[in-house]
């Protein structure tokens, strides 16, 4: 079965330096997708950035960049340059390519708070 | 704009009672999903539809209902039978296909209280 670990409940940052929001998974598949979501207090998911398990570079997108080990089915999300609009519960999820669900499995999220 | 509306945001039910939740598309995406909140937790699946006419129970479909007659709308209908039915409601949806990244859109979400 898959399963998306964040042992981070909470993690705080200072405005405009960068953070690393941990995130491992667990699965027995060979093709996956790893996605990164923002849920800001308004309660929307937003997506942000997605890695493919055969992609050779890590993903990145704006600020956003992913520090992907696949070896040891680690996918961290690192944010450049925070910003106060940065605070906001982050999810990571994770989809097996070629399935027929198609569904996405989160994880429990980690609670990112920028200080001024 | 392109976008997934939920309504309403704020739901308020008595126990016992059906109540049915909107989730309406128009990204003309095959496959639409509905996803149940609780307090520090992740998302968990209650169901999927990959196509018109078709849906599929998810990891937590126990007391929730769902049809799916245009591709635009995938209600969900929470009855008096989910013991536990207090929680944050997401609808998403996507292309569907096998390849990637097929990423979920989601809509604002409905926050159903029942007392």
């Known amino acids: 079965a898959q399963k998306i670990t964040q042992t981070q409940p909470g993690m705080f940052v200072q405005e405009k330096e960068a953070v690393t929001l941990d995130c491992t998974y667990d699965?027995?598949?060979?093709?996956?997708?790893l996605f990164w979501y923002k849920q800001p207090s308004s309660g929307e998911m937003i997506f942000l950035i997605y890695?493919?398990?055969?992609?050779?570079q890590n993903a990145t997108e704006g600020r956003y960049s992913l520090n992907f080990q696949k070896a040891r089915k680690s996918t961290n999300l690192v944010i450049s340059a925070s910003q106060l609009g940065d605070s906001a519960m982050y999810f990571c999820?994770?989809?097996?390519?070629?399935?027929?669900?198609?569904?996405?499995?989160f994880g429990k999220g980690t609670k990112l708070s920028v200080k001024p | 704009d392109g976008g997934i509306t939920q309504s309403p945001k704020y739901l308020f039910r008595k126990e016992g009672q059906n109540v049915t939740l909107s989730c309406e598309q128009n990204?003309?995406?095959?496959?639409m999903y509905w996803y149940r909140q609780d307090p520090g937790q992740g998302l968990r699946l209650i169901y999927y539809?990959?196509?018109?006419?078709?849906?599929q129970k998810g990891d937590i479909a126990e007391g929730y209902s769902v049809s799916r007659e245009k591709k635009e709308s995938f209600p969900l209908t929470v009855t008096s039978a989910q013991k536990n039915p207090t929680a944050f409601y997401l609808c998403?949806?996507?292309?569907?296909?096998?390849?990637?990244?097929?990423?979920?859109?989601f809509g604002p979400g409905t926050r159903l209280t029942v007392t």
């Open positions: 999820a994770m989809r097996v390519i070629g399935g027929s669900q198609g569904n996405l499995i």
């Open positions: 539809s990959q196509i018109v006419n078709d849906f």
């Open positions: 890695q493919g398990s055969y992609d050779e």
């Open positions: 699965t027995s598949d060979q093709s996956y997708g």
């Open positions: 990204l003309n995406h095959d496959a």
């Open positions: 998403a949806s996507s292309r569907r296909g096998a390849g990637a990244p097929l990423e979920q859109y």
